[in-house]
C-alpha cells in the first residue's frame, strides 16, 4: 500500500485549497459584483476580506500541522530534479497562501476603510496613506495571478500523475475510493475494484474476491504453485511467483488470464512492489538472491544476493528507500538500500521470521518470526531491534494499519490474529479465523482484513476497526496470502 497523508492533512489541503480557489474567483469577479460606488460595494468587499482573514488561519493551522507532521516520501523512481521541482512548487504554494491575504491586510489598514470583519469593525492602525495603500493592494493582486498560475500547474502534475505516470503520487492526498474510482476510469467492470486476489498453492489458481460483497467472482489459472502476489497501483497488472517453474507470472487483472512471465532463479517465494510501482522485488529461496523486474520494461533489471539463506519475503519500505528480507532459516532480516543496490545491514531476529511490515511513516519495521511465537520491532534508520512482542503460536503473516495504530500478526499454531497496539507494543485483541492463517492484506479503505487460511483453504474477513471476525470465504486449496487493489 502507498504512504499516504494522514486524515487531517487531507482534510486540511482540500478544504482550504478548494476555499482559496473560491475566494479567488470571488476577488477577481468583485467589480462585476459590486461595481465601485455601488451601495453594495462596501459590504462585499468586507465579506472578500472577512473570508481571507478566516482562511489565513486555516492557512496557518495547515502549515502548523504540516511542520509537526512529515509528509510521505517522493516515489524512488522520481528522479532528484522533479522531487525537488515539486518541494518548491509546494513552498511556493504555502508562500502565497501566506503573502496573499497579508498584503490585502496590510493595504486596508492603510485606508480609512479598515476592515469589517463579518460586520465586527476593526480600527485601522495605520494612517490613511494611498500610496502605502495602493502598493500592498497591487502587491495583493499581483499574488492573486501567481497563486491562479501555481494551483493551475499543481492541478496539471497531479493529474500527470494520475493518468500517465500512475506512480501513486496522486493517492497520497486523495480519498482512497475516490482514487480507486478515477484509477479505473475508462477500465473494463472486471476491474471496477476494489479486489482481493488470493494465490492458491495447491490449486494453481488465483481467486479473485470482490471487496464489496465478500464473494469470489473468479479464479484464474496462473501456474503449479502460486505464492507470492503483488498488484501494481493503476490495478491492471498482478505479478505472482510461480514457484516451481521458477518465473512469476504477469497477469491481466481485466481479461483474467495470464499476460505473460519473467523467468527467474530456482524456488520464488514472496513478491512485493514499490510505492512508485517501478518495481517488482522477488525473493528467490534457493540461490539466497533478491531480483528486481522493471515493470515498465517487464524483465529483470538487475539482482542483489543477500547473506541470509532461504529469503522469504522482500517487502518495500513505503518511503522506497530499503527492502527488508526475511532470511526464512538465518534468524535475521537482510536490508537492502535500494538507491545503492547492495544488502546493507543484517539484523538478528527470532526463529525463522516470516511476514514482514512497515508502520505509515517507513520508521519502524515488523517482522515475525515464526519459531519464537514473537514479533520484532525494528528501528528502520539505526537498523537495531527497538523491542519484541510474544504474538502467538507460530506468528507469521505480519501488515500493518494505514493509521498508524495497529499491526496485526497472524499466528499460524494458534488459528488466530493478534492485534498489537503500536504505542504501547502490546496484544489488545486475539481474532479467531480459519485454520493455519499465513499471510493477509488490508483493503484499500483500511476497513476489513484478509487472511489466508492455509489449511482452511478459505480467507477470513476481519473488521479491521472492531477487531471481530466477519466472514469466512471458501477459495482454492492451500491460498498462500492476499493482495487487495
Known amino acids: 500500500m502507498n504512504a499516504r497523508y494522514d486524515r487531517v492533512a487531507m482534510a486540511l489541503h482540500w478544504a482550504i485549497g478548494l476555499a482559496l480557489v473560491a475566494q479567488i474567483v470571488f476577488g477577481f469577479a468583485l467589480d462585476s459584483i459590486a461595481?465601485?460606488?455601488?451601495?453594495?460595494?462596501g459590504a462585499v468587499i468586507n465579506l472578500h476580506k472577512s473570508i481571507g482573514l478566516m482562511l489565513l488561519a486555516l492557512v496557518l493551522v495547515r502549515l502548523g500541522w504540516r511542520l509537526a507532521h512529515r509528509p510521505p516520501a517522493w516515489p524512488a523512481a522520481m528522479s532528484h530534479g522533479l522531487q525537488r521541482a515539486a518541494t518548491w512548487g509546494h513552498r511556493a504554494l504555502y508562500a502565497c497562501m501566506l503573502a496573499l491575504p497579508v498584503a490585502g491586510y496590510i493595504a486596508s489598514n492603510f485606508s480609512k476603510h479598515g476592515v469589517k470583519f463579518f460586520g465586527l469593525a476593526l480600527r485601522p492602525w495605520g494612517p490613511d496613506l494611498p500610496s502605502v495603500y495602493g502598493f500592498f493592494n497591487g502587491l495583493h493582486v499581483a499574488l492573486a495571478w501567481l497563486f491562479a498560475a501555481l494551483v493551475a500547474g499543481h492541478v496539471l502534475a497531479a493529474l500527470h500523475h494520475l493518468l500517465v505516470k500512475r506512480d501513486g503520487v496522486f493517492r497520497r492526498m486523495w480519498p482512497?475510493?475516490?482514487?480507486?474510482?478515477?484509477?479505473?476510469?475508462g477500465a473494463t467492470s472486471a476491474r471496477a475494484a476494489p479486489f482481493a486476489y488470493v494465490p492458491n498453492e495447491g490449486s494453481g489458481t488465483l481467486s479473485v474476491i470482490d471487496i464489496a460483497s465478500d464473494q469470489v467472482v473468479a479464479d484464474i489459472a496462473v501456474g503449479k504453485k502460486p505464492r507470492g502476489t503483488a498488484i501494481t497501483p493503476d490495478g491492471r497488472l498482478a505479478y505472482v511467483s510461480d514457484q516451481p517453474n521458477n518465473r512469476v507470472?504477469?497477469?491481466d487483472l481485466a481479461a483474467r488470464k495470464v499476460a505473460g512471465e519473467v523467468a527467474l532463479g530456482e524456488s520464488p517465494e514472496g513478491v512485493g512492489i514499490s510505492p512508485d510501482g517501478r518495481w517488482v522485488v522477488v525473493a528467490?529461496?534457493?540461490?539466497?538472491?533478491?531480483?528486481?523486474?522493471?515493470?515498465?520494461?517487464?524483465a529483470v533489471a538487475f539482482v542483489v544476493k543477500v547473506s541470509g539463506k532461504n529469503p522469504e519475503h522482500a517487502v518495500f519500505s513505503p518511503d522506497g528507500k530499503q527492502v527488508f528480507v526475511s532470511a526464512e532459516e538465518g534468524e535475521a532480516v537482510n536490508v537492502i538500500d535500494f538507491a545503492k543496490r547492495a544488502d546493507v545491514a543484517r539484523i538478528p531476529v527470532g526463529a525463522r521470521p516470516r511476514g514482514i511490515a512497515f508502520s505509515p511513516d517507513s520508521a519502524?519495521?515488523?517482522?515475525?518470526?515464526?519459531?519464537?511465537?514473537?514479533?520484532?520491532?525494528?528501528?528502520?534508520?539505526?537498523?537495531?531491534?527497538?523491542?519484541?512482542?510474544?504474538?502467538?503460536s507460530r506468528s507469521n503473516g505480519v501488515t500493518a494499519h494505514p493509521n498508524g495504530k495497529w499491526i496485526f500478526v497472524s499466528n499460524g499454531g494458534a488459528a488466530t490474529?493478534?492485534?498489537?497496539?503500536?504505542?504501547?507494543l502490546t496484544v489488545?485483541?486475539?481474532?479467531?479465523?480459519?485454520?493455519?492463517?499465513?499471510?493477509?492484506?488490508l483493503s484499500p479503505d483500511g476497513s476489513k482484513l484478509y487472511v489466508a487460511c492455509g489449511r482452511s483453504g478459505s480467507v477470513a474477513v476481519v473488521d479491521a476497526l472492531k477487531h471481530v471476525k466477519l466472514a469466512e470465504i471458501p477459495v482454492g486449496k492451500l491460498p498462500w496470502g492476499v493482495a487487495t487493489r
Open 35 to 41: 461595481p465601485r460606488g455601488t451601495p453594495s460595494r
Open 176 to 185: 482512497l475510493a475516490v482514487a480507486a474510482a478515477l484509477l479505473g476510469a
Open 249 to 251: 507470472v504477469l497477469v
Open 284 to 298: 528467490i529461496e534457493e540461490s539466497n538472491d533478491v531480483v528486481f523486474v522493471d515493470t515498465q520494461t517487464k
Open 364 to 392: 519502524r519495521a515488523y517482522v515475525a518470526a515464526e519459531n519464537s511465537d514473537e514479533l520484532y520491532v525494528i528501528d528502520t534508520r539505526k537498523l537495531e531491534v527497538l523491542a519484541k512482542v510474544k504474538s502467538g
Open 417 to 424: 490474529v493478534s492485534v498489537i497496539d503500536a504505542a504501547s
Open 428 to 441: 489488545i485483541a486475539t481474532v479467531p479465523v480459519g485454520q493455519r492463517p499465513w499471510n493477509m492484506a
